[in-house]
């Protein structure tokens, strides 16, 4: 298997301005989820899916925020009107092998990271 | 709510020392499950250890083991032979209740050779 990979990288980007991150998971994996870790701190949890369906958003995940998962593939995080606070790398996992309902914890493999600094 | 902490924030060992981390966690959960993950300097979070709330025995990976006291809420990693790639930010998490991964502030590991 491939791991999960994110692009881009790095986003440098105005206040104000819109970014897109783009999240592919470990093929099959039918579990998608989005965390955002600040300096010094551990992940927090952002939003979650399973296979289109979006199951679970934090309340962290402001009106800004918006996360898709169109074909349950992929999946795109957008911030709209960026703010210096939305600095953080932001971190795609994902998990599972069934096409059907999680019975089991699965564990959740992490990609390596888009890292927006917004100036 | 989930809580994890971990009071260390930083820890050093030496080169095929012996190091334990501790991480301590809350839960009303009945079922769940605990997560050591590694973070090295390039940021991609690799997953070490996990352990299930409902096994007794303590799980085990090559030098990594970790030990589970239940009744206390504590969920510690011990580093066997420490090595020079085991520097790394560690990071304990829990799940429970939901598919979300609670995870603590972390520890910075330093081997010294």
């Known amino acids: 298997d491939t791991g999960v990979s994110q692009n881009p990288r790095h986003k440098i980007t105005k206040r104000g301005q819109n970014v897109t991150f783009r999240c592919d998971p470990i093929s099959e994996h039918n579990r998608l989820y989005w965390y955002r870790q600040t300096l010094g701190q551990g992940p927090e949890f952002l939003t979650y899916f399973q296979n289109e369906a979006q199951l679970e958003k934090s309340r962290l995940l402001s009106d800004r925020f918006s996360a898709e998962r169109p074909k349950g593939s992929f999946s795109t995080l957008e911030i709209q009107r960026t703010e210096q606070g939305d600095s953080a790398m932001y971190l795609c996992?994902?998990?599972?092998?069934?096409?059907?309902?999680?019975?089991?914890?699965?564990?959740?493999?992490f990609g390596p990271g888009t890292r927006l600094t917004v100036l | 709510a989930q809580t994890v902490t971990q009071s260390q924030p930083e820890m050093s060992v030496q080169e095929a020392e012996t190091v334990t981390l501790s991480c301590t966690y809350d839960?009303?959960?009945?079922?769940?499950?605990l997560f050591w993950y590694k973070q090295p300097p390039s940021r991609q979070m690799i997953l070490v250890i996990r352990q299930e709330a409902y096994k007794q025995q303590n799980a085990t990976e090559n030098r990594f083991s970790v030990n589970f006291q239940k009744a206390a809420k504590s969920f510690s990693l011990k580093i066997s032979d420490s090595q020079l790639g085991d520097a790394a930010m560690y990071f304990c998490a829990s799940q429970g209740g939901s598919e979300k991964l609670v995870f603590g502030k972390g520890t910075k590991l330093t081997v010294n050779p």
């Open positions: 839960t009303s959960e009945s079922d769940y499950y």
């Open positions: 996992a994902s998990s599972g092998r069934d096409r059907g309902p999680a019975t089991t914890t699965d564990t959740q493999y």
